[in-house]
């Protein structure tokens, strides 16, 4: 565990060789989900990436990454995404007129946030290729560059044993 506390850069991405099987069931903690996604053909020795997201939406920053290896390079991708989404309401001035809610307001963002950004998220990985998104709808709180905020032994934000175990499991 000191090892995912220590290595913030972790929840940005990791890109690995050994990520999740051709279909071998995983055994995850409670309270993550997975959604499987139609995806490209998969062919032995392309690529396998698992990307770790704080955010939904945060996967968009290697979209081209992705997408070159599920369709050129024949790989697989998948995504984890740590938290719901849901302190995104500051940020959602635009979205107000597209959802007709008033998102920016923090009652009703919280509230339909985690919703909204899960469904645009597997509609853009549907796009990039991605096989799963595994969700562990960890509480969004707010922005911060402080990743002790977050990580430090003792902050109680994240369950951090569970996302561990998550992604230990994922990979």
């Given amino acids: ?21 051709t279909g071998a069931r995983i055994a ?23 990307v770790v997201v704080a955010h939904p939406d945060d996967e968009i920053a290697f979209a081209g990454a992705l997408y070159k290896a599920t369709t050129h390079l024949h790989g697989r991708a998948d995504v984890a995404v740590i938290t719901n989404g849901e302190g995104g309401y500051k940020y959602s001035t635009l979205a107000e007129r597209v959802y007709g809610l008033p998102l920016t307001d923090e009652a009703v963002g919280r509230a339909h946030l985690p919703a909204i950004r899960r469904r645009e998220l597997a509609a853009g990985c549907r796009w990039l290729g991605v096989s799963r998104i595994y969700f562990l709808d960890e509480q969004d709180q707010h922005y911060t560059r402080d990743e002790g905020e977050m990580l430090r ?8 044993e569970r996302v561990e175990t998550a992604l230990r499991a994922l990979l």
């Fill in 28 to 50: 995850l903690p409670a309270g993550v989900s997975c959604e499987t996604l139609d995806s490209p053909v998969v062919r032995p020795g392309g690529p396998r990436i698992l």
């Fill in 1 to 21: 565990m000191g090892s995912l506390r220590n290595a913030a850069a972790l929840f940005l991405v990791l890109l690995s060789g050994a990520c999740t099987g």
């Fill in 153 to 160: 032994p003792g902050a109680d934000v994240w369950d951090l």
